[in-house]
């Protein structure tokens, strides 16, 4: 067995809000995040669970987990079908527990973040939305472990897509075989999408 296998446990479709809370460590400084929910983690931990929930509702979605051996949520990974989209009570649900519980800046700056980055999605390519890593585990193997995983793991014969608000990411993305689509500003933000082909 390889030693990342024995160091590492991948949970497939793990509940949204223990996704909801590692990934709110894990972007606790990502730019697009903090521009959606300032420096609260309370109101970034309720993003994510409101958003995780209503991702949870799409036909097809996949949300992965990177535990330790004995169960301890270390990184997390979010990803949408190509062409899913929450029906309209799942998306009236996820505005109200966003507007309520981070607040309209919130609901408003993620409705600007998705009509931005979906523009520029290729057709029929799996999204992945969030892949991410507890700071205290940074640096130990977590992130690629995981990423490699579900990129293995996903039949997506027309590729993936991301958006990435972080620069240190792109050359990061890079190296899985991602390239540049396009750099668009958003406000302060400066927005990467980038695309992986598929395995024919």
């Known amino acids: 067995m390889p030693e990342a296998a024995r160091k590492w446990r991948i949970v497939s479709n793990p509940d949204p809000a223990a996704c909801a809370r590692t990934l709110a460590a894990a972007f606790a400084s990502e730019p697009a995040v903090s521009w959606i929910c300032g420096s609260s983690e309370t109101v970034r931990t309720h993003w994510f669970e409101a958003t995780l929930r209503a991702h949870a509702t799409l036909p097809g979605a996949r949300r992965y987990m990177l535990t330790t051996p004995g169960g301890q949520p270390v990184a997390s990974a979010v990803l949408t079908p190509s062409g899913a989209v929450p029906g309209a009570s799942d998306r009236a649900v996820w505005a109200a527990r966003t507007g309520i519980r981070c607040g309209p800046p919130a609901l408003w700056r993620t409705l600007r973040y998705l009509r931005h980055s979906e523009a520029s999605a290729p057709a029929?390519?799996?999204?992945?939305?969030?892949?991410?890593?507890?700071?205290?585990?940074?640096?130990?193997?977590?992130?690629?472990?995981?990423?490699?995983?579900?990129?293995?793991?996903?039949?997506?014969?027309?590729?993936?897509?991301?958006?990435?608000?972080?620069?240190?990411?792109?050359?990061?993305?890079?190296?899985?075989?991602?390239?540049?689509?396009?750099?668009?500003?958003?406000?302060?933000?400066?927005?990467?999408?980038?695309?992986?082909?598929?395995?024919?």
């Open 124 to 200: 029929d390519a799996w999204t992945l939305e969030f892949i991410g890593v507890r700071p205290d585990v940074a640096g130990r193997g977590a992130g690629r472990f995981l990423l490699d995983h579900v990129l293995a793991a996903t039949e997506a014969p027309a590729g993936f897509f991301l958006t990435t608000a972080d620069p240190a990411n792109v050359s990061y993305y890079r190296r899985f075989g991602f390239t540049d689509l396009q750099w668009r500003a958003l406000g302060r933000l400066g927005i990467t999408a980038m695309a992986r082909p598929g395995i024919a």
